[in-house]
Every structure is written in structure tokens, then in C-alpha cells.
């Protein structure tokens, strides 16, 4: 996608995420219904800033899960749209350089 977002377009699929939310069905046969594919409708999230659990639905566990227990130090960030990361027996400065990059992607997804 560009850089540049169709107030129509974005309309539209907002409307599509709000029909999403009510939805019974997962994602891939919501976008079956809709004739959509499911990359479009990732990306469209993203671009929207819509990236949420659905309200109807208990939110998934991510896909980072704590490996290791250590008495070692552990350092935190909370990051905005309530992601948190925990780094245990890591340097400060290697959370930095997560944080950092993880702010640099963020900042590529230019929501309409």
C-alpha cells in the first residue's frame, strides 16, 4: 500500500471491522464472505490502527511467551495499545534496541 489512503476505501473497511467485531465467524471465513483475502484485511487493520483483540472474543496470548525463569533482574516496557515486554537477565541497552526497533515499525504502518 502507499503511503497515501482513499477516504473511501478506509470508509469501507471500517464499516467491514465493524460487521468484523459482531461476527461469529474467524477471520478467513469473514473475508470468504466479504471477498476480501486475509492479507488485505491485515493490512487494512494495521493502515486503520485497528490492531485489537475483537471485542466479542477473549484476547489470544501473543506469540512471545516467557521461557525462562531466572532470579536475574528482570526489565519492562509498556509500549502504547498495551503491549508489554519483559526481558529477563538482558542488559538495558538491549531492551533499548528492541524498543527502538519495535517504535521504528510502528512507525512504517501510517494509519489514515
Do not use: H
Request: hydrophobic share 40%; glycine share 6%.
Amino acid at each position: 500500500m502507499t503511503g497515501r489512503c482513499d477516504p473511501a476505501k478506509a470508509a469501507a473497511w471500517r464499516e467491514r471491522f465493524s460487521r468484523w467485531e459482531l461476527s461469529p465467524l474467524n477471520t478467513a471465513e469473514f473475508c470468504a464472505t466479504e471477498g476480501v483475502s486475509v492479507a488485505s484485511f491485515y493490512a487494512w487493520r494495521r493502515k486503520l490502527n485497528l490492531a485489537k483483540p475483537r471485542a466479542n472474543q477473549p484476547a489470544q496470548r501473543g506469540a512471545f511467551e516467557q521461557l525462562l525463569v531466572s532470579s536475574l533482574p528482570t526489565l519492562s516496557a509498556r509500549l502504547p495499545g498495551g503491549i508489554e515486554l519483559e526481558a529477563t537477565g538482558a542488559s538495558e541497552q538491549a531492551l533499548r534496541t528492541i524498543v527502538s526497533e519495535l517504535v521504528r515499525a510502528a512507525r512504517e504502518v501510517q494509519p489514515c
